[in-house]
C-alpha cells in the first residue's frame, strides 16, 4: 500500500544522544516535511525539502537537521537531544510544495 | 498575520449532524483543508478545496468557504462514532506555499 513509512514508532533517548528518526515514502512526491506535535501548540514545522536535494527551515529548526539525498527519503536528525524535543513527530509528503500533504502515523519520542 | 483558528472541543450526540467552524486571517490562500487525526494515528487528508470554490460535497462530508468573512466550515451528517477525532483545519498560502494548522477541534460523541 503507497504511503509514508516513519520509524521507529516510539522511542526512549538519553538527553545528549544522537537520534535520526526515518521517513520513507513511496509516492514520487516531490516535497517532503517534518513537524512535530505538542499539546497545546499543535502542528509545528521543523524542516522542509520541495525537492531531492535541497531543504529549508521551518517555525522550529533549532537542534534538528535533515537531509534529502534522494526522492523517496526525509531522515530528521536530534544531535544532542534535549528533554524539551520530547513529542510526536510527523512526517508528510506532497506532489507539489503547494499541494495536499499527506502524513505518516508519527514517531513518539521522549527524552529523560 | 498568518493564523488558523478553531474551537477547541465540539460534542454532538450520534446521529446528528457535526459542523466544525474555522476561521482564518490570510486571504492569499490556495488550496483550504480538513485532516482528521484519530488517537495514535497520523492527520488523515479527509477533503480540500480550491480558494475559488464556495462549496463541496464528499458523502458525509461538506465543507462551505466564504471568503468574505474567512470561514470555512465542515458539516458531518449523521456523526458515528467512528467520527470521533480531532478534526484540523489548515490553508496554503499562495505567497510562499507554506501550509498553516489549525490547533485541532476534538469531537466527541455522545451515545
Keep these: 500500500i503507497a504511503g509514508i513509512t516513519q520509524a521507529p514508532t516510539s522511542q526512549i533517548l538519553a538527553a545528549g544522544r544522537r537520534m535520526t528518526l526515518r521517513c520513507t515514502q513511496d509516492m514520487r512526491h516531490n516535497a517532503m516535511y517534518w513537524y512535530r506535535q505538542d499539546l497545546g501548540l499543535g502542528l509545528r514545522l521543523i524542516h522542509y525539502s520541495n525537492t531531492a536535494g535541497t531543504t529549508g527551515k521551518g517555525e522550529v529548526p533549532d537542534g534538528y537537521s535533515v537531509s534529502r539525498a534522494n526522492t523517496d527519503d526525509f531522515p530528521l536528525t536530534l544531535a544532542s537531544a534535549v528533554p524539551s524535543q520530547t513529542s510526536v513527530y510527523f512526517c508528510a509528503s506532497s506532489q507539489g510544495s503547494n499541494q495536499p500533504q499527506h502524513f505518516g502515523d508519527g514517531t513518539r519520542l521522549s527524552i529523560l | ?111
Excluded at chain 2, 17 to 27: E, F
Excluded at chain 2, 80 to 87: F, K, L, P
Aim: hydrophobic share 30%; with cysteine.
Design chain 2, 1 to 111: 498575520g498568518e493564523d488558523v483558528e478553531q474551537s477547541l472541543f465540539l460534542s454532538v450526540r450520534e446521529g446528528d449532524s457535526s459542523v466544525i467552524n474555522c476561521t482564518y486571517t490570510d486571504s492569499s490562500s490556495t488550496y483550504l483543508y480538513w485532516y482528521k487525526q484519530e488517537p495514535g494515528a497520523g492527520l488523515q487528508l479527509l477533503t480540500y478545496i480550491f480558494s475559488n470554490m464556495d462549496m463541496k460535497q464528499d458523502q458525509r462530508l461538506t465543507v462551505l468557504l466564504n471568503k468574505k468573512d474567512k470561514h470555512l466550515s465542515l458539516r458531518i451528517a449523521d456523526t458515528q462514532t467512528g467520527d470521533s477525532a480531532i478534526y484540523f483545519c489548515a490553508e496554503t498560502l499562495n505567497r510562499d506555499d507554506k501550509i498553516i494548522f489549525g490547533k485541532g477541534t476534538r469531537l466527541h460523541i455522545l451515545p
